[in-house]
């Protein structure tokens, strides 16, 4: 019986293709008003980020036979289906009571459909920490003019819209800003969801000496670039698919483990030669990446 063939370009193309239909598929979360003041814009909610991730099935060890998931009763351990699943809240030890979804949505219905924007503050306020979750805000029919209004007056201001969103059954503190010419509504931490860092074991005042500290400062200016972010990839995720590929064409059999050496701890003696080191290995890097780029914007000319 011959091996599986393991084409790793045509499952990235496969990737490719099926995030592209997701893009031209993508459905609005949901669909509501962003409101300040008395201004109240239609706007459709979309998911502005991907996730891509492997994913692997659980398999019985002695066949490889897949393992399923099955939802059972603790009462009788019956399995049950989907359509005979409810939700309930606890409100006593093994007691309680059913929620529908029209009872979630008599909790409030304006505010379930609502960015309600409750102040604007300065943008270099916020902690960067209370952001987590970028969402697209698209205005809906009859919303344009104050969408562009809202959109370039919190540019040209440089303030952020601070709101508070229901999405599906929670309460979201978020941020509306703009964003590339769109509005983007990034969901936030509440302040008492942000643990305290005063509780971590770090250094609070610590004598540095000079030397270190203009060698840290050399060492950072000469590893400072423009943003670009489409140049870090996931690469771990790139190292893993090459194990698969391995494992792939060995047929399943384990492959020999290649020996790593874990970095070990800077010591304190040591700081200014590591640092020294550094900066050595940063600027050749700079000049072989500066080198490379010459080469490519004037290639040599051919022997005739």
Same mark, same amino acid.
């Given at each position: 019986?011959?091996?599986?063939?393991?084409?790793? /370009?045509? /499952?990235?193309?496969?990737?490719?293709?099926?995030?592209? *239909?997701?893009?031209?598929? !993508?459905?609005?979360?949901?669909?509501?008003?962003?409101?300040?003041?008395?201004?109240?814009?239609?706007?459709?909610?979309?998911?502005?980020?991907?996730?891509?991730?492997?994913?692997?099935?659980?398999?019985?060890?002695?066949?490889?036979?897949?393992?399923?998931?099955?939802?059972?009763?603790?009462?009788?351990?019956?399995?049950?289906?989907?359509?005979?699943?409810?939700?309930?809240?606890?409100?006593?030890?093994?007691?309680?009571?059913?929620?529908?979804?029209?009872?979630?949505?008599?909790?409030? *219905?304006?505010?379930?459909?609502?960015?309600?924007?409750?102040?604007?503050?300065?943008?270099?306020?916020?902690?960067?920490?209370?952001?987590?979750?970028?969402?697209?805000?698209?205005?809906?029919?009859?919303?344009?003019? !104050?969408?562009? *209004?809202?959109?370039?007056?919190?540019?040209?201001?440089?303030?952020?819209?601070?709101?508070?969103?229901?999405?599906?059954?929670?309460?979201?503190?978020?941020?509306?800003?703009?964003?590339?010419? !769109?509005?983007?509504?990034?969901?936030?931490?509440?302040?008492?969801?942000?643990?305290?860092?005063?509780?971590?074991?770090?250094?609070?005042?610590?004598?540095?000496?000079?030397?270190?500290?203009?060698?840290?400062?050399?060492?950072?200016?000469?590893?400072?670039?423009?943003?670009?972010?489409?140049?870090?990839?996931?690469?771990?995720?790139?190292?893993?698919?090459?194990?698969?590929?391995?494992?792939?064409?060995?047929?399943?059999?384990?492959?020999?483990?290649?020996?790593?050496?874990?970095?070990?701890?800077?010591?304190?003696?040591?700081?200014?030669?590591?640092?020294?080191?550094? *900066?050595?290995?940063?600027?050749?890097?700079?000049?072989?990446?500066?080198?490379?780029?010459?080469?490519?914007?004037?290639?040599?000319?051919?022997?005739?």
């Amino acid at each position: 019986m011959s091996r599986p063939v393991f084409d790793r /370009h045509l /499952h990235a193309r496969k990737i490719e293709a099926s995030h592209d *239909l997701n893009l031209d598929m !993508a459905r609005a979360i949901w669909k509501g008003s962003l409101s300040f003041g008395l201004v109240n814009i239609p706007i459709a909610l979309y998911a502005a980020t991907r996730r891509e991730e492997l994913k692997f099935r659980l398999l019985r060890k002695t066949d490889l036979s897949p393992v399923n998931y099955k939802r059972v009763a603790e009462k009788d351990g019956r399995e049950v289906p989907w359509d005979q699943i409810v939700k309930g809240y606890e409100y006593e030890k093994g007691k309680y009571v059913v929620l529908k979804e029209e009872d979630f949505q008599r909790v409030d *219905l304006e505010a379930t459909q609502t960015v309600d924007i409750k102040d604007f503050v300065d943008l270099e306020e916020i902690d960067p920490m209370y952001f987590y979750k970028p969402y697209y805000l698209e205005p809906q029919k009859g919303g344009d003019k !104050a969408y562009a *209004l809202l959109r370039d007056a919190l540019k040209e201001t440089n303030k952020v819209g601070v709101a508070k969103v229901v999405i599906k059954t929670r309460q979201y503190l978020a941020g509306v800003k703009p964003e590339d010419g !769109a509005l983007v509504l990034e969901l936030m931490h509440f302040a008492d969801e942000l643990a305290d860092p005063e509780k971590l074991h770090v250094p609070k005042k610590l004598e540095v000496g000079k030397r270190e500290m203009n060698m840290a400062k050399s060492l950072i200016d000469s590893m400072t670039s423009k943003w670009q972010p489409e140049k870090y990839k996931d690469d771990y995720r790139e190292a893993l698919m090459d194990v698969i590929e391995e494992k792939v064409e060995a047929g399943g059999k384990e492959i020999e483990e290649k020996p790593r050496k874990a970095p070990k701890p800077t010591k304190v003696i040591d700081l200014v030669s590591v640092l020294q080191k550094s *900066l050595e290995q940063s600027g050749g890097k700079r000049k072989a990446t500066a080198h490379s780029k010459r080469k490519k914007a004037h290639p040599a000319k051919k022997a005739a």
